[in-house]
């Protein structure tokens, strides 16, 4: 299940997929033709989804940063696929399955008369970009780590010349079945001449044993780019005999098939001719993560005249100075501290993302509205009343790099980011900080492969409310509505897999139906900054949709730092699903040390480490991998490997998902700051669950070294 919702304030969902977005995309489909670190002009997608040909992939990568999604229908199947471009070197792709001609059980009272739906995951690595001499090289893994139906590894060249791409393949598995070639690997060890069969446990683990085994086979095909620019034909020899198949042995008259392209804007038209009897189509939606972008109704930041600001800080017209750094420069003044050399002023940021953007804007006003004594400005962005950054700008400096009186400006030379002085925290002193808050939120929780429905949802609004005692201890709530659902469809509301785990998350659908209005949380908070880059919090209530307890936090985290750490440490107990007020029996102490890093050989990538106690008391460690994109866009996966055996775990053999965050800039006319997530969960089991906490110190504390913005 997904819901669109802010990042520091988790809620609970089973599974979900990750939607179509329009925007504005501003894809530059056109490539030099001398530059061979990118995709060719006529790059597309398979039916699977990745880029291939028809049936069969290529070495071929898309522009970086490409998001594609696409529908394609081929008699016995249909696909929904997501192909993502995540670096220049590598691609994955997620894709649903629909099977017509079996169904998704054979119990009519379990799935009724729905098909049956398969999920996978593909990932390709180019291992050697071409050149004039040498063409692309790149390795693949189709549907890695689920049933295996329609698991295959592969080897592909690539070189074009001219209008035409040239592609040679060496496949395994799906891709191999026909065996036109010896298998090369088993000349050298006897252990790849045989496939194993079937899938590793009950499905979900990546069959290390069974890759580039078995029968080979050659296939490949060329790609023509008419002289029309926007259409493209294709014809490729695959390596597929089709039988064992998951729709069954097909009929394959011909190993020829044959495609053609059309691109219109941003979609790709396709139509195909296979196995010389059957004829296919589809549609996809390209944009780009990196260059999509919204339309803004935004003053530029404030200019500088050379005329001199020749008056006493006494003279300040603060109100007028409060009004306009909040409406030019997005920073809502909480209070300051003036001096005849220096000011600093303390705040929080609402509407830049790119701290660059917001000190420059807020650095003009300052240079506008401060007298020639003042030397110093020091902006110490705030989280309620919690000082979390202090950026230091030279007056004289900054003035001269603004007026451009340099040959090169560079505002960023005029300043620079730091730890909260003893100074700047001593003369904090906030007005205002306790009183009621109210928001309000929608919800859209959505579920991708269900038995009773391939798709159920439920969507209404989150009433958020509290009370702030002084900026770091609150009372805070949130009430659910739900106005639009389909969840009455449900055949069953406990999971009934056989599993030796507490019911920690599987009994969830009782959670989400049969109650209109609901309490989603309810707790007191309080957090501060208790040291040099130090920070805690501890909470205690009802924590999340299933769970609550009293539990705290420690998280180190310098000022631009590209390493983080710290630890959480719960006590919960499980919600009744009847009511909002009572307790199940069952307690549990869980917790995790956590390491989050942004290694400088990825750009642009967070990678985070949990090690610790999960609900169901299984002991193991999870993996966050996180790209951020120049639009702001976040692309997550993550895996938790925890003592639990396979066998334990159930269907899936281990927790794991995927994420999208999207920032709200990307909605709105006007800048704004922070984001929307949407998860999907392929399957939801009891092992390696953490518990969702209302706030994570990590995402409070986002502007001491930005990773999402």
């Avoid at 086979?217 to 089709?242: A, H």
């Avoid at 409406?327 to 660059?356: C, K, M, N, P, W």
């Avoid at 269900?450 to 201890?473: A, M, R």
């Avoid at 984001?675 to 669950?689: A, C, L, T, V, Y």
Wanted: aromatic share 14%.
């Amino acid at each position: 299940m997904s819901r669109m919702k802010r990042i520091n304030s988790k809620r609970f969902c089973i599974v979900s997929v990750s939607a179509a977005l329009s925007f504005t995309s501003n894809v530059n489909a056109q490539t030099n033709n001398e530059d061979w670190n990118v995709a060719p002009v006529g790059s597309s997608l398979m039916v699977h989804g990745g880029t291939g040909l028809i049936q069969t992939p290529t070495s071929r990568m898309l522009t970086d940063g490409d998001l594609r999604v696409s529908y394609t229908d081929n008699d016995e199947y249909r696909f929904w696929s997501g192909t993502l471009q995540l670096f220049p070197w590598m691609q994955t792709t997620v894709r649903y399955t629909d099977v017509r001609t079996r169904l998704y059980s054979p119990v009519p009272g379990f799935s009724g008369d729905q098909t049956l739906k398969d999920k996978g995951i593909d990932v390709k690595f180019r291992l050697l970009n071409e050149s004039y001499y040498l063409p692309e090289l790149s390795v693949g893994f189709r549907d890695f780590g689920g049933t295996g139906f329609f698991e295959s590894e592969f080897i592909g060249l690539s070189k074009r010349a001219g209008n035409f791409d040239f592609h040679l393949n060496m496949g395994w598995g799906y891709l191999g079945t026909s065996g036109n070639v010896s298998n090369p690997f088993c000349d050298v060890s006897d252990t790849f001449c045989e496939r194993p069969g079937g899938f590793t446990g009950n499905g979900g683990k990546i069959d290390y044993q069974r890759f580039f085994k078995g029968p080979a086979s050659i296939f490949g095909g060329i790609e023509y780019q008419t002289p029309w620019e926007p259409l493209r034909l294709k014809v490729e020899y695959e390596g597929n005999n089709y039988v064992n198949d998951r729709a069954g042995t097909l009929e394959q008259d011909s190993n020829w098939n044959f495609g053609a392209n059309y691109r219109w804007n941003n979609f790709d038209f396709s139509v195909n001719y296979q196995r010389g009897n059957t004829l296919g189509f589809g549609v996809s939606y390209n944009f780009n993560l990196h260059t999509i972008s919204q339309i803004k109704i935004d003053k530029p930041p404030r200019p500088l005249t050379d005329e001199r600001n020749d008056f006493s800080v006494s003279k300040i017209n603060g109100q007028r100075m409060t009004r306009d750094l909040y409406y030019q420069a997005g920073f809502a003044l909480s209070t300051s501290h003036i001096t005849d050399d220096q000011v600093t002023i303390y705040g929080q940021q609402t509407s830049y993302r790119h701290e660059d953007e917001a000190t420059e804007r807020v650095g003009r006003i300052l240079a506008s509205e401060l007298p020639e004594t003042v030397d110093t400005y020091k902006i110490v962005n705030t989280s309620g009343s919690v000082p979390m950054v202090e950026t230091v700008v030279d007056a004289a400096e900054f003035k001269r790099q603004a007026r451009y009186e340099t040959l090169e400006p560079d505002l960023k030379r005029s300043y620079r980011r730091v730890d909260v002085s003893d100074e700047s925290v001593s003369n904090f002193n906030p007005k205002n900080t306790s009183g009621f808050f109210t928001g309000i939120e929608t919800f859209w929780i959505q579920t991708f492969g269900n038995p009773e429905e391939f798709y159920l949802y439920q969507g209404g609004i989150l009433v958020n409310g509290g009370y702030s005692f002084d900026g770091k201890t609150s009372v805070a709530g949130a009430i659910k509505a739900n106005l639009l659902q389909n969840f009455d469809k449900f055949n069953f509301t406990r999971d009934r897999a056989p599993s030796s785990l507490p019911r920690v998350r599987t009994n969830v659908r009782e959670y989400v139906s049969g109650r209109d209005i609901s309490l989603e949380n309810l707790y007191l908070h309080w957090n501060d900054r208790i040291a040099e880059n130090l920070y805690a919090q501890v909470y205690g209530g009802y924590l999340e949709t299933m769970y609550g307890g009293v539990g705290g936090e420690l998280l180190y985290r310098p000022v631009d730092s590209n390493l983080a750490f710290g630890f959480d440490i719960n006590y919960v107990q499980q919600r009744s699903w009847e009511n909002d007020i009572d307790f199940f029996d069952y307690k549990v102490l869980t917790g995790h040390a956590n390491v989050f890093w942004q290694p400088e050989f990825l750009p642009d990538t967070l990678l985070t480490v949990k090690v610790g106690q999960y609900l169901a008391k299984d002991k193991g460690v999870t993996i966050d991998f996180a790209k951020r994109f120049d639009s702001g866009i976040v692309v997550g996966a993550y895996a938790a490997i925890t003592n639990v055996s396979s066998e334990e775990y159930g269907e899936g053999s281990f927790t794991k998902g995927f994420y999208l965050s999207i920032p709200f800039d990307l909605f709105s006319l006007k800048p704004a700051k922070g984001s929307g997530k949407i998860p999907w969960i392929p399957i939801s089991r009891d092992g390696g669950q953490a518990l969702n906490r209302p706030i994570e110190l990590f995402g409070v504390t986002n502007e001491r070294s930005p990773f999402a913005r």
